[in-house]
């Protein structure tokens, strides 16, 4: 079976529920923004966020542990 790119599957945002605050959005637009650079290991996603300049929730820079916190968190 042949699999299209992702792009082509599904349409942007369809998991992003309509009433997210702007910081949700913010965020994963700016992951989305990391993983379109073909970045998907959590190390690189980390420095990905942090180069863009894309604070983790307590204004600090991301870490590991504080990405897979905050992606358990929204995973909920």
Do not use: C, Y
Not at 10 to 24: K, N
């Amino acid at each position: 079976m042949e699999h299209l790119p992702a792009a082509e599957v599904i349409g942007p945002h369809q998991t992003r529920p309509a009433s997210w605050p702007p910081a949700l959005t913010e965020f994963a637009d700016a992951l989305e923004a990391v993983l379109a650079e073909g970045k998907h290991s959590l190390a690189a996603l980390v420095a990905g966020l942090n180069a863009r300049g894309f604070p983790a929730p307590d204004g600090s820079a991301w870490t590991e542990a504080s990405l897979r916190a905050r992606l358990a968190e929204l995973g909920k």
